[in-house]
Each structure stands twice: as structure tokens, then as C-alpha cells.
């Protein structure tokens, strides 16, 4: 009887343990299952809103490109009275797009994100490709750089090593030297401090062609750096003339100004594109270069750049 009784007890414990043994593994699997299914749903998420984000900035900056494009129908000088130079707050997306009211939802249901952006002239600053022409320094080029290093209290050593690596940069002929640079942050394979580089940010660019600088654009430290003759508070008076009607020629900004038909212009062809979109997952930003010649507006370079949590193709 006391057998029957341990035989009976044993096989009870061994049925519990193998119940509980399947619950665990019941629970483990459905634990993995859901847990696959939450990552394939946040994959999918996030694949989702990566290609949102591309669509709504590649739309930023076709359109963009369509006012450069209608700016150049309506006129052939650009300043920043014109609509592209007006900057875009950050605005949100629900504001431009219809609610679909079919399926009864209301503004509050419309994903919370936010479009911001601007157009900049990039030949509002100086183009550091127009320190060598024809595999030789440009000594008017140079000259103005000069007179901008100077005003900046940048070290003038920085800008002859900045002008001759650029020339071997340049020289196709060349076997071994520095890689040519793309963006203003290269600048230092040839030679420029990452102080120099945070002061000249906001005066310099990086474009192919040999540009000059528009005088209807150009902040004043550009515009005495480019014009030998002049002091700041010259250039300070020709930014406070344009404020009241901008230049359609050289000649109505100064005389000094009119004699440097190849250095300064009243016109652009090269402008950069930023957007910037913000949701609740991440903060993304893009800036384009595109190029302006008559009605054919044509972007040269993307790249985007992330803030917070999110992954950018």
C-alpha cells in the first residue's frame, strides 16, 4: 500500500513538473514570438517613416528649386527681397495638407511633424576654388582672402599653405598631393585649423566654377574683403544702400565696385537648400547645392544629417 502510495506521488510530481516544464517553454516561446513581432513592427515603423522623410524633403526641394526657377523668369539680379530668400519657420506638415474627413479624423489624429528651411546664395561668400587659376595662384584672389584673414585675426601662414595645397589639389598633373576637398570641413586636409575654419564658415564656400561674389548678397566683411579699396565702413554703407533698393548694376552699388566686373556680380547661379524635418521619433536635416543657368535648375550634391534616433539613408 505504501508502495502504491510513493509509485502514485511520484507520478503526480513528475506530471506537475513536466505541466510547469510546458508552461515555461509555452511562455519562452510566445515571449520570443511577441517580442519578433513588437521588432518587425518597429523595423517596419521606422522603415516607414524613413522614406516619409525623403519623400517630404525631396519635395522641399523641388520646391525650392521651382522658386529659383520662377526668380530667374521674373528677373535677372538676385537679392534678399526676393521670395527664395524669405526662410520657411517651421511650420506644421497637417497646415499645408488636407484631413481626410472620409474616415472621421480630425487634425489631432494627423502625425505630429514639423518642415523648416531656407535658401542661402552661396556667391554671397568668397569661393576658395578661385584661388588658382590655371594651376597658378590668382594674386587678386589671394589679395582678398588676405584683407578677410586679416579682419578675422587669422594667421596669413594658413592661407599661403591653404592656397598652394589647393593648387596641388588642382594639378591633374600631379602623382601624389591633397585630396581636393568637397565640403568646408575638408578644408583641413589642406592645412586650415578647426579654429580658422569655425571663424571663415560663415564668409567662405566651396563651388566647381569660378564665381564671382553678388554685392546684392554678400555680408559686409565679404564685401570689403573682396573690393582693394575698401574699409569696413565702406562696405558697411553699400549693405545699408542695398537694404533701401537693391543694385542692378555694379556701377549703382560704387565705382569701385563697377571696375571688378570679373570679381563681383549682381546675379547668382549657385544656391544651397536646407530643410529640416522634426517629428516625434527625430529631428533630420538635408542641404543640397543646386545650380542655376537660365530656367534649368539642377541639384550637384545631397547629404543628410540626423539629430536624434533616427537611422538616414
Not at 552661396?122 to 584661388?131: A, D, G, T
Amino acid at each position: 500500500m505504501t508502495r502504491t502510495m510513493t509509485r502514485s506521488i511520484t507520478q503526480r510530481g513528475a506530471a506537475l513538473l513536466a505541466a510547469m516544464l510546458t508552461v515555461t517553454l509555452v511562455a519562452t516561446f510566445s515571449a520570443a514570438a511577441l517580442w519578433q513581432q513588437w521588432r518587425n513592427v518597429e523595423v517596419e515603423s521606422a522603415e516607414r517613416s524613413r522614406q516619409q522623410t525623403t519623400w517630404l524633403l525631396t519635395g522641399a526641394l523641388d520646391w525650392a528649386r521651382l522658386i529659383l526657377r520662377e526668380d530667374a523668369r521674373s528677373s535677372a539680379i538676385d537679392h534678399l527681397a526676393e521670395p527664395w530668400a524669405v526662410p520657411l519657420q517651421e511650420a506644421r506638415l497637417s497646415s499645408f495638407l488636407a484631413v481626410d474627413t472620409s474616415n472621421n479624423r480630425d487634425e489631432a489624429d494627423v502625425p505630429q511633424a514639423f518642415l523648416s528651411g531656407n535658401i542661402i546664395d552661396q556667391q554671397s561668400r568668397m569661393n576658395v576654388f578661385n584661388l588658382v587659376v590655371g594651376n597658378q595662384l590668382s594674386k587678386p584672389d589671394v589679395l582678398a582672402f588676405g584683407k578677410l584673414f586679416e579682419w578675422l585675426g587669422l594667421p596669413s601662414a594658413e592661407l599661403l599653405t591653404l592656397a598652394n595645397n589647393l593648387r596641388l589639389a588642382l594639378d591633374a598633373k600631379t602623382a601624389v598631393g591633397p585630396l581636393l576637398p568637397q565640403r568646408i570641413e575638408q578644408l583641413s586636409w589642406l592645412g586650415l585649423t578647426p579654429q580658422t575654419l569655425t571663424l571663415l564658415r560663415p564668409y567662405i564656400t566651396l563651388l566647381p566654377d569660378r564665381t564671382p561674389v553678388n554685392i546684392n548678397t554678400a555680408s559686409a566683411p565679404v564685401i570689403y574683403a573682396s573690393i582693394p579699396s575698401f574699409e569696413m565702413s565702406d562696405a558697411q554703407r553699400v549693405v545699408t544702400e542695398r537694404a533701401r533698393t537693391q543694385f542692378r548694376t555694379l556701377t549703382d552699388a560704387d565705382k569701385a565696385a563697377a571696375a571688378l566686373q570679373d570679381h563681383l556680380s549682381v546675379s547668382s547661379r549657385f544656391f544651397e537648400v536646407r530643410g529640416r524635418l522634426r517629428n516625434d521619433q527625430a529631428t533630420v536635416e538635408e542641404r543640397s547645392l543646386v545650380q542655376r543657368d537660365g530656367m534649368e535648375v539642377k541639384t550637384l550634391w545631397r547629404e543628410r544629417g540626423v539629430i536624434t534616433g533616427f537611422i538616414a539613408a
